[in-house]
Nanobody, 121 residues
C-alpha cells in the first residue's frame, strides 16, 4: 500500500537548522503536489509549504524565507529545509501528498505519521 514516512525531526536550539524528509513508497503511479503541515500543541494543523511536479513552490507567510521545500521525483522524496528555527516552530511536522496509486483512476490524499520537532533553549 502507498505510504508516506517522515524523518529528520529532533530537538534543537533557537537559530539552528533541521532538514526533514518524506519518502513515498508502495505501488505509486503518479506523485502530484506534496505539502508539509505542522501540528503545534493546542493549535490547529497549519499548512506550511507545497511543491508541484514542475517544482513550483508555495509557502505560508509565517515561514516565508526560512523554510525551503524540495523534491526528488526519482526517489519519491520531499524535503523541508528549516533555518533560523524559533520556539514557535515546535510541533509535529506531517507530509501530505496527492498520489495516484498504480491501477487507480484518480489522485487521493495521503498523510504520513509525522515527525516531532522541538525548538528550545
Amino acid at each position: 500500500q502507498v505510504q508516506l514516512v517522515e524523518s529528520g525531526g529532533g530537538s534543537v536550539q533557537p537559530g539552528e537548522s533541521l532538514r526533514l524528509s518524506c519518502t513515498a513508497s508502495g505501488p505509486i503511479a503518479h506523485l502530484s503536489e506534496m505539502s508539509w503541515y505542522r501540528q503545534a500543541p493546542g493549535k490547529q494543523r497549519e499548512w506550511l509549504a507545497r511543491i508541484y511536479v514542475n517544482e513550483k513552490t508555495e509557502y505560508a507567510d509565517t515561514i516565508q524565507d526560512r523554510f525551503i521545500i524540495t523534491r526528488n521525483n526519482d526517489r519519491s522524496l520531499i524535503e523541508l529545509q528549516k533555518n533560523s528555527l524559533k520556539p514557535e516552530d515546535t510541533g509535529v511536522y506531517l507530509c501530505q501528498g496527492r498520489i495516484r496509486p498504480r491501477g487507480g483512476l484518480k489522485d487521493d490524499d495521503y498523510w504520513g505519521q509525522g515527525t516531532q520537532v522541538t525548538v528550545s533553549s
